[in-house]
Structure formats: C-alpha cells, structure tokens
C-alpha cells in the first residue's frame, strides 16, 4: 500500500524558517521523481518544487525561488522542504507528491501518482 505522510507543519512568526518532512512506502521511492505543492482554501493546488530521483536536479515556482529548498534522503525514504523568510502567504497546506518510478521532475500535478494527506503551515505576522 502506498502512502505519503508529511510531517513538520505548524506555527512559526513572519520571518522564520521550518523544515517539513515526507516520509514514503510502498513504492520504489529511490527510482521516483517527487514534488511539493500547496493549497489554500478556496484555491486549486499550486506547484511549489520538485526533485529528480537523485537529487540532482531541483526546480522550484518563483514565489519560493531563493527562500525554500527541497532535497530527499533515498536511503530514509524521505523528501524535505526547507522553508525561511517565511511570510503569511505562505499560510497554507502543504503536500508532497510522488511520480512513481519516473526519473524525471516536473511542477504539473496531474503528472503525479500518489499525493499525501498534507500538513498545515501558519505564519504569523
């Protein structure tokens, strides 16, 4: 069974940084391209950044280009989001994504094949 649990979420103030978490199973995570988007209410999902099956390659939207970073852990099954200068914009839910046994990334979701519950970022200002 595939699943996708992202951790790490919370409440940080305007300025800060935090660091969240997606742990995955049940597929080759090592051979698969993964992605963080988000979403507030109200809203579609939006492409945040993605990763290739190495951690070479990285791309990321131009609201987060220079203050967010995605790297993964192959061995731990595991793709991080480091967030700094976080604003209340970026008040949202956030989820990680995984193409399933693709090499290559990509900012489209519908490109994905399995999709996490989200975690919740605040920001406060």
């Known amino acids: 069974q595939v699943q996708l649990g992202e951790t790490g979420g919370g409440l940080v103030q305007a300025g800060g940084s935090l660091r969240i978490s997606c742990v995955a199973s049940?597929?080759?995570?090592?051979?698969?391209?993964m992605g963080w988007f988000r979403q507030a209410p109200g809203k579609e999902r939006g492409f945040v950044a993605t990763i290739s099956w190495s951690g070479g390659s990285t791309d990321y939207a131009d609201s987060v280009e220079g203050r967010f970073t995605i790297s993964r852990d192959n061995g731990k099954n595991t793709v991080y989001l480091q967030m700094s200068s976080l604003q209340p914009e970026d008040t949202v839910i956030y989820y990680c994504a995984a193409r399933h046994e693709k090499l290559t990334m990509t900012a489209t979701a519908g490109r994905y094949d399995y999709w996490g519950q989200g975690t919740h970022v605040t920001v406060s200002s």
């Open positions: 049940g597929f080759t995570f090592s051979r698969s391209a």
